[in-house]
C-alpha cells in the first residue's frame, strides 16, 4: 500500500511551501521515506524554502556547518563560482557528511522540490 498523507500534513506542506494542492500528494509520495519524514518535520515550524531539520539539532548542526564550510573550500578551490555552485556545494556536504560522520543530510533541493536553486 502506498504511503498517503494526513489531511494535517497536506494542509502543513501547502502552507509551509505554497504548493499547489493537487501536487501535494505526488511530490511528497515521490520523496522516499527518510527524505519525506524530514520534510513533514521541517513544515511543522518552517517557511519555504524548508531546511533539513537536523541542522537545527545541537550535535548535528554543527557537524553540518562544518562539513558546509569544508564544501565551499573544495568549490573555491576548484575555482568554482557563480551559477550552479549551490548544487556541487550541497553534493558534497551530504559526501562528506555521509562519509566522515555516517549522518543522512538533505540539501535544499531535496527539501524544496518545486523551488529552483541557481
Known sequence: MEWQPTTAEVAAYRRATGCPVLRVLPTLQAMSAELRQRVLIAV?????????????DSHLGPLVRQASAEAEQLAVAQGRRGMGTCHLIWHETARILRESHRVEWFSPAQMNPDVFFD
Request: aromatic residues 0%; charged residues 40%.
Open 44 to 56: 511543522k515550524s518552517q517557511e519555504s524554502p524548508l531546511h533539513d531539520p537536523i541542522e537545527d
